[in-house]
């Protein structure tokens, strides 16, 4: 059996997820992808907007979307501090896909006046719910 930490993600509104059964985590850094395990050293990372893997001491894994934010591991505890997060479950994919088509539209198009960067980013954050209802199982 893998030892057990305690994992939270916390966005500005709620305490969205907690436990104290987190084997493992694998998030997407702005350095590239991480994954923490027990007694890992002390690290903050500022987090890109992707889906974050935790599997529990059972086996089990649970995904999320996280849109940006800060991650912190210390003394066994790994908090996750996000500008906004989803579980892979909750995630409406008809909108997510639709969310991802209609920036993929306004980049190809290339209007006049687009905000780039907010395309992009909007881009990104559809297709990390998708890939985190994809790996939750919803179809």
Same mark, same amino acid.
């Given at each position: 059996?893998?030892?057990?930490?305690?994992?939270?993600? $916390?966005?500005? !509104?709620?305490?969205?997820f907690?436990?104290?059964?987190a084997?493992?985590v694998?998030?997407?850094?702005l350095?590239?992808n991480?994954?923490?395990?027990?007694? /890992? +050293?002390?690290?903050? %990372?500022?987090?890109d907007? %992707?889906? +974050?893997?935790?599997?529990?001491? !059972?086996?089990?894994?649970?995904c999320? *979307? $996280?849109?940006?934010?800060? +991650?912190?591991?210390k !003394?066994?505890?790994?908090? $996750?501090?996000?500008?906004? %997060?989803?579980?892979?479950? *909750?995630?409406?994919?008809?909108?997510? =896909?639709?969310?991802?088509?209609?920036a993929? /539209?306004?980049? %190809?198009?290339? =209007? @006049?006046?687009? !905000?780039? =960067?907010?395309?992009s980013?909007?881009?990104?954050?559809a297709?990390?719910?998708?890939?985190?209802? @994809?790996?939750?199982?919803?179809?």
């Open positions: 059996m893998a030892t057990p930490f305690t994992f939270e993600i $916390v966005t500005p !509104d709620k305490m969205l907690a436990t104290e059964e084997a493992y694998g998030f997407k850094a350095s590239g991480l994954g923490l395990e027990a007694k /890992h +050293l002390p690290i903050i %990372a500022t987090m907007i %992707a889906p +974050l893997k935790v599997r529990f001491t !059972d086996g089990s894994e649970k999320f *979307a $996280v849109c940006g934010g800060f +991650l912190e591991m !003394d066994n505890k790994c908090t $996750v501090l996000a500008t906004k %997060a989803e579980p892979g479950e *909750a995630i409406d994919r008809a909108r997510a =896909q639709a969310s991802k088509e209609r993929e /539209h306004r980049l %190809a198009a290339k =209007q @006049e006046g687009l !905000d780039v =960067q907010r395309a980013l909007s881009l990104k954050r297709l990390a719910r998708l890939k985190a209802s @994809e790996y939750s199982g919803k179809n």
